[in-house]
C-alpha cells in the first residue's frame, strides 16, 4: 500500500478531483459555517467547476453543490482520494 499523501488545500485539487476532508484551518464563523455546509474532517468532496478569473468554485459535498470563494477554498485541508475511493 503506498504512503499516504499529506494533507494539500482544496486549491490544489483538479477540475474533476476528488478528496477527503481532513481540517479547515482557523477559527471563527468562517471556519463555524463550512462546517456547518459540510466541510468537516473525514467528508468526501468533488471539485465540479471553477469560474474563470478567479471566481468561485463549486464543490459536491454531503449530498449538495457548494460554491466558494478562493480564499475559502484555501483554508480547507485535505487528501486526495484516488479512483478506488
Not at 42 to 68: D, H, S, T
Amino acid at each position: 500500500m503506498p504512503p499516504s499523501s499529506p494533507p494539500q488545500t482544496l486549491l490544489s485539487l483538479p477540475l474533476g478531483g476528488r478528496g477527503r476532508v481532513v481540517r479547515i484551518r482557523g477559527a471563527g464563523p468562517v471556519s463555524s459555517r463550512l462546517a456547518a455546509l459540510g466541510f468537516r474532517p473525514g467528508a468526501p468532496v468533488a471539485l465540479v467547476r471553477k469560474a474563470p478569473f478567479g471566481g468561485p468554485w463549486v464543490f459536491q459535498v454531503a449530498g449538495a453543490q457548494i460554491c466558494l470563494r478562493p480564499g475559502e477554498v484555501s483554508t480547507i485541508e485535505m487528501v486526495r482520494l484516488g479512483a478506488e475511493s
